[in-house]
């Protein structure tokens, strides 16, 4: 799983398609519709998001592009004597467990979805069960910044030499509209395998 912390305007095709398909995994994950991939590293600065920020994802709010929600009803606590991720039999109450979680992979993915339409591409909105919350913002280095950077010209070289060449000369990439950067060190989060680090030989085909 890679969620990038890139403007999605410098992935290809395939990157963005990849990103849209993960980030709707990473959304489950996050509201705890699904029990895979629960500690993936990538994860971890969405589940650190504000305490503050609201999934707004009640079936009759519209969000900021007009669009519903899904949810038939959601709220930021569970009802007195319930743990997050169950509701009272008989009722239509959705939980989510990880509000702020939430909020923050819901304004990622809505991202993703005004780059697809600039495009042409369609991506459901009605996918993404949240809102967008303009004000929400987190953190990523400016080394992770251009670490993910350089990981993705090498991809962009091999599988997209146009989209490559459109985007050879830009040295420091913008980020994904909802991260601001900061100065630091690579992500604690971040794995980076041999062929990754400077100078180091091409990692081996994989058998």
């Not at 990981?151 to 599988?159: D, N």
């Not at 030499?161 to 913008?174: I, S, Y």
């Amino acid at each position: 799983m890679r969620i990038w912390s890139l403007h999605p305007q410098y992935l290809d095709r395939q990157g963005l398609a990849a990103g849209w398909r993960e980030g709707l995994l990473a959304q489950k994950v996050l509201t705890g519709t699904t029990k895979g991939y629960r500690n993936h590293p990538q994860l971890r600065r969405f589940r650190a998001a504000g305490d503050g920020a609201a999934m707004g994802i009640d079936a009759g709010t519209p969000g900021d592009d007009g669009s519903l929600g899904t949810g038939s009803g959601a709220h930021v606590a569970p009802a007195p004597g319930l743990q997050p991720g169950h509701h009272a039999p008989g009722t239509t109450v959705d939980v989510v467990p990880d509000v702020g979680a939430g909020a923050a992979i819901s304004t990622y993915l809505h991202a993703l979805v005004d780059e697809a339409m600039r495009r042409g591409y369609r991506f459901d909105r009605a996918l993404v069960l949240g809102r967008r919350v303009h004000e929400l913002r987190l953190e990523v280095t400016d080394t992770q910044v251009a670490y993910e950077w350089e990981h993705l010209r090498a991809k962009l070289a091999v599988r997209s030499p146009d989209v490559f060449a459109r985007w050879r000369d830009v040295v420091v990439a913008e980020p994904h509209p909802m991260f601001r950067v900061v100065p630091g060190p690579l992500a604690e989060w971040e794995i980076v395998t041999v062929s990754d680090e400077p100078g180091a030989d091409p990692a081996p085909p994989a058998t």
